[in-house]
């Protein structure tokens, strides 16, 4: 196992489940220093056990918050600055799928929840910690988007605006920030076996059917499977870890290449 994060500071968030988790195991085990934040406490700790089963020395905040709240981000970013004293690398990654259903069906409210979290969560959590980075003249951010970023996903409008609008924040930031020798990017994953996928299987399947609708869902991709969530995590490592810090304000799907397909 390389060492590349020895002595770097990652902040996650929506670390306490899925690509949250599996990124801050990644890192873990490549000597990082992280401070994951979440919004729910008991994932938080899961996360930890599972770190330190793999990485017993790990240097680890744990920080509750909700990521659509602009003072509860600030407040972690200066948690995390305080604690570790800089912010090397940021995955900014907390996001909700909402509630299916066609555009003229969809409940505004939910539409509203899915926009604080996926969109507004990720610009601010980008608004506190560029000033960290710039000021390092440092760094590397990884924006979660979606291949819902990239394309169109059935009764998903809330969702697929969230993770377009990121992807176009992503390449503004990207165009702003390179200067100051800072790398931002945002990554487009497909159906990966998370929680959240799984609840949107049960969503189109029911209960118990999901498992048939999944089968379904993965026999149209070029690998015929879904996604793990090591391997985003292996990816998000990648852009974060100062191996890629010519790749700036890009999207890149981790899909098995079923959004080049017609």
Known sequence: MSNRFASKVVVITGAGSGLGRATA????????????????????VETQNQIKAVAPNAELLLLTADVSNEEAVKQYVEDSVKKFGRIDGFYNNAGIEGKQAPTAEYDSNVFDKVIDINLKG?????????????????????????VGGIRAVHNQAAYVA????????TKNAAIEYGQYNL???AIAPGAIMTDMVVGSLKQIGGEDGWEEAGKAFV???????????????????????????????????????????Y
């Open 25 to 44: 195991l990644e890192l873990a085990k490549e000597g990082a220093k992280l401070s994951l934040i979440d919004l729910n406490e008991a994932s938080l």
């Open 183 to 185: 790398s931002i990017n």
């Open 219 to 261: 026999s149209v991709n070029p690998k015929k499977r879904f996604g793990k969530p090591e391997e985003v995590g292996r990816l998000v490592a990648f852009l974060l870890s100062g191996e890629s810090e010519f790749i700036n304000g890009v999207v890149i799907p981790i899909d098995g290449g079923q959004s080049n397909q």
């Open 122 to 146: 990720v610009f601010y959590g980008m608004k506190y910690v560029l000033p960290v980075m710039k000021e390092q003249q440092s760094g590397a951010i990884v924006n979660v988007a979606s």
């Open 162 to 169: 969230s993770k377009h609008a990121v992807a176009g924040m």
